[in-house]
């Protein structure tokens, strides 16, 4: 006899509190796992888990060392890490809820609850793969077409593919030429279809049309071109590490003619990655802080005004602070309503810092199936597209419904 509508929804109920008991409490504390910083699931190096809270409780006041409660094994408060598994499953049991991570408070207005929903994103497909894709670097959506450019270490260093995983075009040798391509570090397209890549072996920006036809090789205004991105405007934003700087590179494309390259943002320290919110014009940058050693590396996420004006920043501090595990960010994105997507390698997840008027919001979206993501790009349907150098693929996630 098959349970009615009632029966079904008791059972699931009390599945849900079967999970909660043996899944979502604390096994020191037995108080119930959050995404609150007090409470928050952390993993232990023997594979155990308990909260944040219990962590910092079993600690030693001075060298900060803890035994597991449960099998003994000694380690560093510093070498525990958010439990992703678990915060995803309190995420998918609450998904009305919006969590602040800051605050620490919850609030379930309808226009979070929107904002909440809109970000939850479900894995659809991956292509690529060894072979098809070698260590890539760059990734970018061209709209008009809807296929996706990837640069890669491959015997053609730019791709493109069909949102299916079928390769449509590929060129950019990897030699002396002018119009070849040695070390690829990033690829833009432009709002007119041209594919836009900067090369570090000659420290070049190169313009090539869809087919592959080099319209465009600028050497002498910068010491090494790295990241880029297309403006509502059809300029290009590029960051130079090495300069410390933003440029703003202004030419009519489709002539292959060169009109401007003007500095827009100086002081930066080792700018890599670089956004452009294709409503507003935000520029979001990653700065790969200077560090002492592989063990103090930190990076710095900053947003600037499409006229250059500083609207906010979170370094690798600030973000632990509401999101208590290292992050160091790999990539950042806009959606299309205008949030903060950023990867972060370390953790092997991806994360919406909000928009740049709520810095600093903190929710991961992906929490799991990630290597190393190097790269995101968005489609026009704002599928959310992340390029990983872990296992050369591209994975792409769309809207979850909920």
């Not at 030693?60 to 070498?79: D, I, N, Q, T, V």
């Not at 199936?369 to 704002?382: H, Q, R």
């Amino acid at each position: 006899m098959s349970a009615t509508a009632p029966d079904r929804m008791q059972i699931m109920t009390e599945l849900v509190k079967e999970t909660e008991v043996s899944l979502l409490e604390c096994k020191v504390c037995f108080e119930k796992y959050s995404q609150e910083k007090k409470h928050r699931p952390r993993n232990l190096p023997c594979g155990h888990v308990i909260c944040l809270e219990c962590v910092f409780s079993l600690a030693h006041p001075r060298s900060f060392r803890l035994e597991c409660p449960f099998c003994r094994r000694a380690c560093k408060s510093s070498e525990t890490s958010d439990c992703l598994p678990l915060l995803h499953l309190i995420e998918i049991l609450t998904p009305a809820t919006n969590i602040s991570l800051v605050s620490g408070t919850t609030t379930g207005t309808s226009d979070e609850a929107v904002v909440s929903a809109s970000l939850g994103l479900k894995f659809n497909r991956s292509f690529g793969g060894w072979g098809t894709l070698i260590n890539p670097t760059g990734i970018a959506m061209c709209r008009g077409s809807d296929c996706v450019v990837v640069a890669h270490d491959g015997k053609k260093r730019i791709k493109l593919f069909g949102l299916s995983g079928s390769c449509i075009q590929e060129f950019g040798e990897r030699g002396d030429a002018g119009n070849d391509i040695k070390y690829p570090l990033d690829v833009t397209v432009t709002l007119d279809g041209h594919l836009v890549v900067t090369d570090s072996s000659d420290r070049s920006v190169k313009v090539f049309d869809f087919n592959g036809g080099g319209k465009l090789v600028i050497r002498e205004s910068f010491c090494l071109p790295w990241g880029l991105d297309t403006t509502p405007e059809n300029e290009i934003i590029l960051s130079d590490p090495e300069a410390g700087a933003l440029s703003r590179l202004t030419a009519n494309f489709k002539k292959g003619e060169l009109k401007k390259v003007q500095k827009i943002q100086s002081n930066l320290c080792n700018p890599r990655e670089v956004a452009v919110s294709q409503t507003s014009g935000t520029i979001a940058v990653i700065e790969h802080l200077i560090a002492k050693g592989p063990n103090y590396s930190s990076t710095r996420v900053k947003i600037f005004s499409a006229d250059m004006k500083l609207i906010g920043q979170m370094d690798s501090f600030g973000l632990n602070l509401v999101f208590p595990s290292k992050i160091y960010a790999t990539a950042v994105a806009f959606d299309r309503e205008g949030h903060i997507i950023v990867a972060d390698a370390y953790n092997q997840v991806v994360l919406c810092l909000g928009k740049p008027e709520e810095l600093p919001v903190l929710r991961p979206i992906i929490t799991q199936g990630l290597s190393c993501p190097v790269a995101l790009t968005y489609t026009a349907n704002n599928s959310l597209i992340v390029l990983d150098s872990g296992d050369h693929s591209i994975k792409v996630y769309t809207a979850r419904d909920w």
